[in-house]
């Protein structure tokens, strides 16, 4: 279990602390939603949440595999939808992985990904289409 604890400190901005590290972050309310969009909004986090937990499902994957993922990137491209209520309508991911399209573990990095805890986890309304650019 890990605990998140959050402080809201006006203008729409909180704060953030995880409590094994005690690291924190700050989110602010994007500007098209009377925000200052200074910092990260609460859905900039999911899809940032998906991006770094597709990469790093497959990376767990691959170090029992010995196949190295370094400089594997995602870019996740987040749209919200323009009708209330105001939600996530899609979170289009592409993952860049610095090996050959023919890569032995291909189907098992690609499984990887379409089962890590956060794709699994978002609700099935959401368009999480992910695309892989295999680039060795």
Known sequence: MVTITSTYQGGLRCQAAHGPSGTTLVTDA???NHGKGESFSPTDLVATALGT????????VADRRAVALDGM????EKVMTTTPPRRIAS???RITIPLSADHEARGVLE???RTCPVH??????????IEFIWTG
């Open 120 to 129: 699994k986890s978002l609700h099935p309304e959401i368009d999480a289409a």
């Open 111 to 113: 499984n990887a990904a």
């Open 73 to 76: 990137t995602a870019e996740t």
């Open 53 to 60: 937990c597709i990469m790093t499902t497959m990376a767990i």
């Open 30 to 32: 994007p500007v098209d």
């Open 91 to 93: 979170l289009k991911t």
